[in-house]
C-alpha cells in the first residue's frame, strides 16, 4: 500500500513537471516572437525625399541606407531626389536591416537633332535612337509641302530637351464618297460601275444563300453610308 501510494505520487510530480516545461516552453515561444516583432518597423517613404533626408529618417527607426551607384534618369522625379526603394514603403523590417535606394538624375536631356523636312517615320527612328520621346503630333494638310514630312519642331534643333513635339503635313486632302449600300444587287454590275469611276473593287468569296440568285451581293465592306476615296479598297461577298 505505502508503494503504490509512493508510485502515485512520483507519477504526480513527474506529470506536474512535464506541465510546467509546456507553459515554460509556450511562454518563452511567444516572449521571444513578441521581442522579434518589437524589433520590427514600418518602411517609411522615401521615394521624392533628398538621400539626406532619407538617411535621417531610417536612422531614427534603427535602419540602415544603401544608395545604388548607378543613378536612372526620370521625368518626374527631380535629380538628386529617391525615385525608387527596396523594400518598398509600408513594408515591416527588422532594425538594423538596410534599405536600398536609387537616385534620380532628372529627365533625359539629348540634344534636339534637326527633324523638319523628314518624314514621320524617319523622325521617330531618329529620336529612338537618340533616346528622346515624341511630346505631341499635330497635323494638318497642305499641297505646299511634302505628304507625311515634318514641316515644324518644339523644341528647335540643338536646344536640350527630354522630348520634341511635331507638326505634320498629311497632304492635300483628297476627294471622299459616300459609299452606296449594294447589298441584294448584282455583284458584276456594281463592280464594273465602281471600277468605271476610279474605285478599287474586289470580290473575295462567295457563299451559298436560299433562295437568292448566284452573284448577288449579299455582303459589303465598307458598309453603306461610310465615306471612301477612290484609293480605298471595296470588297464584295456574293452568294452562290
Known amino acids: 500500500m505505502a508503494l503504490g501510494t509512493r508510485v502515485l505520487g512520483v507519477g504526480k510530480f513527474l506529470l506536474l513537471i512535464g506541465a510546467l516545461a509546456a507553459t515554460f516552453l ?15 518597423v514600418e518602411v517609411p517613404q522615401l521615394v521624392g525625399h533628398t538621400v539626406n533626408e532619407a538617411t535621417q529618417t531610417l536612422l531614427d527607426l534603427g535602419l540602415g541606407l544603401r544608395i545604388d551607384d ?24 527588422r532594425q538594423q536591416r538596410t ?15 534637326v527633324l523638319v523636312g523628314q518624314t514621320e517615320r524617319t523622325a521617330r527612328i531618329r529620336l529612338e535612337q537618340d533616346g528622346l520621346d515624341v511630346a505631341s503630333v499635330s497635323e494638318f494638310r497642305s499641297p505646299d509641302y511634302a505628304a507625311d514630312a515634318v514641316v515644324a ?25 459616300v ?11 456594281v463592280a464594273a460601275m465602281l471600277r468605271g469611276r476610279g474605285f478599287r473593287v474586289a470580290i473575295v468569296g462567295s457563299q451559298p444563300y436560299p ?14 453610308g461610310f465615306q471612301v476615296a477612290p484609293s480605298d479598297p471595296i470588297s464584295l461577298e456574293v452568294s452562290r
Do not use: C, H
Open 26 to 40: 509556450l511562454f518563452f515561444g511567444i516572449s521571444m516572437r513578441v521581442a522579434l516583432r518589437s524589433r520590427e
Open 70 to 93: 548607378n543613378r536612372r534618369a526620370d521625368d518626374k522625379v527631380p535629380a538628386g531626389r529617391i525615385m525608387q526603394q527596396d523594400p518598398p514603403a509600408g513594408v515591416q523590417a
Open 99 to 113: 534599405v536600398r535606394v536609387w537616385v534620380s538624375s532628372g529627365a533625359r536631356a539629348t540634344t534636339i537633332p
Open 153 to 177: 519642331q518644339d523644341p528647335p534643333p540643338g536646344s536640350r530637351a527630354p522630348r520634341v513635339a511635331l507638326l505634320l503635313n498629311r497632304g492635300e486632302s483628297s476627294t471622299t464618297y
Open 179 to 189: 459609299m452606296p449600300d449594294v447589298i441584294g444587287m448584282d455583284a458584276e454590275r
Open 211 to 224: 433562295d437568292v440568285p448566284a452573284g448577288t451581293i449579299v455582303r459589303q465592306q465598307p458598309a453603306g
